[in-house]
């Protein structure tokens, strides 16, 4: 049968048959970042998120998300564009293998759309239905505490991946580029 989705705000016509999994359609048709763990929904490796919402995409029926709007890790980010959540992981080396990461990510924004300052707790309980066999998660909540505050138009943040720092030691105020020719952010100096 055809189903009708849109995928990374695309709109696609993907052939399923009725007990085809989103996850099976989506890698079938080139969106191999959802990873496939466990086919339980136990691990997260999978998760995408569905009409703004994550979801185990391994134990959710393609046919139940029939004309949704489809988010996974290619959408969020080009390489030299990075998601700042993406971003926060590669700066915080919030990632060792990296077969779990789209999932963390995937969960990672939905939590920041949701609450975009989280307690490290509240990090920690939503991405509790998410596992890292590699990580005793500590880089990973790191990178999505980090990420809220990148997320934070007030934060300027600095190459390393910190809080960036005037020559004072507080924050730096985020100001448009002084070169003109740009559209970065830097620093006050």
Known sequence: MEIELEIN???????????DSLLDVLRRNGYTGAKRGCDTGACGF????VDGEPVKSCVEPVTKVRDA???TIEGLGEQDDLHPVQQAF????????????????????ALLEENPDPTEQEVREALSDNLCR????KKIVEAVLNAAERMDSETAVAADGGQ???NDGG??????CSLGECDCMEGDQ
Do not use: W
């Open 9 to 19: 705000d695309v709109e696609r016509t993907v052939e399923a048959s009725k007990s």
């Open 46 to 49: 999978c998760t995408v998120h």
């Open 69 to 71: 709007s489809v988010e």
């Open 90 to 109: 590669v700066d915080n080396t919030a990632l060792q293998c990296g077969f779990c990461i789209p999932g963390m990510i995937m969960r990672s924004t």
């Open 134 to 137: 590699c990580t005793g998660y």
């Open 164 to 166: 960036a720092v005037d």
């Open 171 to 176: 924050a730096a105020a985020v100001t448009e």
